[in-house]
């Protein structure tokens, strides 16, 4: 007894010289916040005078930069005057940032090592922090010596220096919970990062907004965030198991060891959905650094195939549940394989003198150059030379004899009369004020401007590559490669519809990437060679067709692919194989890394234990000891009566959550359910467009919530006739990991097979009666 009292004064005695520490320290942020507050208030007017005294034509436009400008060498000077005064201003910014972060929780842990006898104490927290002699109040996370406080356990331990390995002895490991410059909690910890700070933050209600982790990442985390030697790291985690997180922060470390050579605009990321873009928005800023660019595969897609519609992965699988046909199925599996792709290439290579489906180039109603005379120029070239060269070849032939056409034409009587009656203003924006050597010279260049503007449609439609009819290309590489196992009628039916789809201005997500890979290949054109890292979170929604293509589009890229095999929302239905062994065949050249993360953070103990049942490899998978209650499950004899329990289900959940996410297996049944609570509830129902995520009751097909989180979910309609196939388990499991502290399900009339299968110790089975249904309703 004595003893533990003896302990206690240790600690606080401890604790009370840690709180001298973080006093002075946030003094001296307090100071230095001051100072750099001043110095931006300067540097704001600085930027201001310099913009007034240069006018408004040197704003700096960072979208548009002007052609004429950046050939004037006097206001491009000025120009860079204004960038940089732009840029200081924005530095001091962030520093004002990160300082404000630091003065509410200036650091979370604290390393005593000895390096070779000489001792140190190191305290870590978001971001470095110097005093004016240049020592180290605080060592930025991503620092090498930082490593050791996630990767160490006391004792010898070495860390990676840029001069290779250090050795150093690790002799005490110190977490702190500290919120307004308080310290509300400090643990020694002997383990990597210990249990009682990650406890806290878990257990803690969901943001609107995704936060970091930094003061709490685990060993296996940081062995994703800090490998740099990989051409394609893959991640196979478990649901809730910090995937996400491990990318965000990733890039965060990436971006502080590669500051001179790498920017943020040259990461990209491929999200699931708009929903979990904005849900993720904050976590880079709040390390100090910009966010990378987003994009989903959906809105990627459309960029690429300008007039065309595309269908994307949450309207296919809505179809998909209505009818999928076995033969349906085979079509897909195999226009979504990686060997389709080898097909596409192949077609490109074949140099048997084929010729490419071109369209004449048309102007005002006319053809201006016609298809025959296009073919007639790329088949005068070698039949040697690469395809994407004979269409470059073609390509440069066309603007020539365009060029050559603008010159015969600014001869013309027409031209030269419409010359002559143009009025000041007109002449002047054809000139630009340019000197001329004699009026001859000036009359032709302005006839030749007024031409080169007239035929600007023309030479678009050379620059865009319109005069290749890529999709008439497309149906001739499909008649070429029909496979052994589907009959030729049922194929050439596949065909014509595709047709068909085009010419209604649509195209089969299945269709997509090949049709682009084609384009990309015949034209030499899609490939973004300044990207430098490429992720792709949920990558078992992807085809392998799909990661061929990107993996294409961005040449120079390092991936970072994660996923999880048993998310498998919108393909486990009809593609069982598990998409690790694939990536190993679709990329056989890179140096692959494989990471597994069996550790599930997000959810309750009881959550975890009672999603991990659903699946068969349910022992791989390991909950974090975060108690809660269990799930509960609720099977009622009717649709009304599931609509009496969501009611006070919704109800109980809001009394403890800021959020209850509703969640269905369709968009179909989300609508439905949103149609009948509406009338009695303030609800929100979701669609793929929403950006952000409100408070309250929301209404949501599953898919939309893949890769977010929400601190009470209800399945509805979780019964027999929704949840019965093969594919179903997965959307089962994703469905119950979004819940962080209480997960409710609702069946109608007959239970999911799938809930049968789970021991029933794991959960609580209520069967709602409709006399217990009228009994609650005249209690209420
Ligand atoms: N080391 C950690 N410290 C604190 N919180 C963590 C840690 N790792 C994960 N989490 C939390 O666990 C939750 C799940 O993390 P995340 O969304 O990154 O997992 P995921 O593997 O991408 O999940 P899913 O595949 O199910 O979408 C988040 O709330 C995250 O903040």
Known sequence: MKQVTTDEQQHQLEQHAEQQRVDKVTTEISQQLADTTDKLAQAHQETHRIEVNYGDNTKVNVTEI???????????????????????????????TVLKDLADSPYFGRI???????????????????????????????????????????????????????????????????????????????????????????????????????????????????????????????????KTSAILQRIAYLLYHSRSQLDADQIILFSPNRLFSNYISAVLPSLGEKNMRQVTLAEFLTQRFSGLTVESLFERFEK?????????????????????????????????????????????GKPFFKKSEIQDIYSSLPKLMLPRDKFLNTKNTLIKRLKRRIKQDAHSDAVQEAVSLLDEYQY?????????????????????????????????????????????????????????????????????????????HKIHLEDAVPLLYLRDLLTGSGQNHSMQYLFIDEMQDYSAAQLVYVKHAFPRAKLTLLGDSAQDVFTAEYHPSDFIHEIENIFPHNRIALFTLLKSYRSTKPITDFAKAMLPNAQDIEAFSREG?????????????ALTQMTRLTNDLLHTNKTVAVLTKTEYQANKLYASLRADHPVTLMSDRDRSIPNGILILPIYLAKGLEFDAVIGYDVSKSSY????????????????????????????SPILEEIPQDLFDYYQVTEAQELIAKSVE
């Open 629 to 641: 209650s269990k799930p509960a499950y609720y099977l009622c004899p009717s649709e009304d009566t």
């Open 320 to 364: 998909d549940q209505h009818s999928f046909p076995a033969v349906a199925k085979q079509l897909r599996l195999y226009k979504e394989s990686a060997a389709f792709m080898d097909r596409v290439k192949a077609y490109v290579k074949k140099t048997d003198g084929h010729i490419l489906a071109f369209s004449s180039i048309y102007f005002e």
């Open 66 to 96: 002007d052609d004429k400008m950046e050939t004037n060498a006097a206001v491009q000077q000025q120009k860079n005057l204004v960038e940089s005064a732009v840029e200081t201003e924005k530095i001091l910014e962030s520093q004002v």
């Open 112 to 242: 005593d090592i000895d390096e070779d006898g000489d001792k140190d104490t190191l305290y870590i927290g978001t971001a470095t922090l110097q005093d004016d002699q240049e020592n180290f109040l605080i060592y930025d996370w991503r620092a090498p010596i930082s490593s050791i406080y996630y990767n160490g356990t006391l004792g010898q331990v070495t860390y990676d220096t840029p001069g290779g390995k250090q050795a150093v002895d690790l002799e005490k490991k110190r977490q702190f919970l500290i919120s307004q410059g308080k310290i509300l909690n400090m643990f020694d910890t002997n383990e990597t990062v210990g249990d009682e700070i990650l406890q806290t933050v878990l257990g803690q209600q969901n943001d609107e907004k995704m936060r970091n982790i930094v003061a709490t990442i685990q060993k296996e985390q940081n062995d994703i965030i800090r490998n740099t030697t990989a051409d394609l790291l893959v991640v196979q985690g478990v649901a809730g198991s910090g």
């Open 428 to 504: 002047q924006s054809l000139t630009n004020h340019r000197t001329f050597t004699s009026g001859d010279d000036e009359i032709n260049f302005v006839a030749r401007a007024l031409v080169r503007k007239r035929y600007e449609v023309i030479y678009d439609a050379i620059y865009n590559d319109y005069f290749i009819d890529i999709y008439e290309e497309y149906s001739s590489f499909l008649r070429d490669n029909r496979p052994v196992d589907i009959e030729p009628k049922l194929w050439d039916t596949m065909i014509q519809q595709t047709v068909n789809d085009v010419e209604a």
């Open 724 to 751: 019965h196939e093969a594919g179903d388990r997965d959307i089962l499991y994703t469905l119950a990991s979004r819940a962080m502290h209480d997960l409710q399900l609702v069946g109608i009339k007959a239970p």
